[in-house]
């Protein structure tokens, strides 16, 4: 397992936009063989995919109500995944998490991921 720490929420008004970082405690290159994802749970909702991308960099995967707004990219020289969220939504409110799995496919299944962060809010006002 990874340490993740999740940064770059806060509060934005509808159609504003965000870039949230994750850093990983890794060291001697090896972030770059982890496939990289962010997570989402609003209140009284389960946690729900949003983005991943594979640890070799080329493939990405969007949940549909995102699509054309968020875009995932990693930096591995920083060990940071980031998520660039456009035309943000009032239904895009909710805690986002960053999780890690070694290798493996870009999923967009919740129990694939090993490695969690402890989330950062992203609040937006309609």
């Known amino acids: 397992q990874v340490q993740l720490v999740e940064s770059g929420g806060g509060l934005v008004q509808a159609g504003g936009s965000l870039r949230l970082s994750c850093v990983a405690s890794?060291?001697?290159?090896?972030?770059?063989?982890?496939?990289m994802a962010w997570f989402r749970q609003a209140p009284g909702k389960e946690r729900e995919f949003v983005a991943t991308?594979?640890?070799?960099?080329?493939?990405?995967n969007y949940v549909d109500s995102v699509k054309g707004r968020f875009t995932i990219s990693r930096d591995n020289a920083k060990n940071t995944v980031y998520l660039q969220m456009n035309g943000l939504k009032f239904e895009d409110t909710a805690v986002y998490y960053c999780a890690a799995k070694l290798y493996g496919a870009a999923t967009a299944r919740l129990k694939d991921y090993d490695s969690w962060g402890q989330g950062t809010q992203v609040s937006v006002s309609s």
């Open positions: 991308i594979m640890w070799s960099g080329g493939t990405t």
């Open positions: 890794t060291s001697g290159g090896f972030f770059r063989k982890y496939t």
